[in-house]
């Protein structure tokens, strides 16, 4: 986590010097605005992951002797099966529609997405999968 830390640092770096220069040069308030955009997330990321190294034990990535064998094991816990981030995502897209075809659609598209996200956050409080 350290390296990718690292790296997106030097990247805010680089685009804020960037940022400078092409506001400089070019005088386009749009270019230089999505530079500057990029700058800041790119040092969030960078600062984020540098705060979370320091906390975490070493990863496989961080040693420059490590195999790949080295980071295998559990990851997490996923879930095997969901249909809920179909319906967000459906929802999204309906919502993006909106956008473009008529503000309407949003009405359309925001009970699909508040059934995705409820159903996403309360998946594991019934059925079979339900904890006891």
């Known amino acids: 986590m350290k390296i990718q830390g690292k790296m997106f640092l030097w990247l805010s770096v680089f685009l804020l010097a960037m940022a400078i220069v092409y506001g400089v040069w070019s005088k386009e308030p749009v270019g230089t605005t999505a530079l500057f ?3 800041g997330l790119a040092i969030m990321l960078g600062y984020y992951l540098v705060f979370t190294a320091r906390r975490v034990d070493t990863g496989a990535g961080d040693n420059k002797d490590a195999d790949v064998a ?3 094991g559990e990851l997490g816990f996923f879930s095997p099966h969901s249909w809920q981030p179909l319906a967000l995502g459906a929802g999204s897209a309906l919502a993006f529609m909106g956008v473009v075809f008529g503000w309407w659609l949003l009405l359309v598209a925001l009970p699909v997405i508040l059934v995705g996200l409820f159903g996403w956050t ?3 409080y019934h059925g079979e999968n339900q904890n006891q």
């Open 70 to 72: 080295d980071d295998a």
């Open 37 to 39: 955009l990029s700058f």
């Open 122 to 124: 309360f998946e594991y």
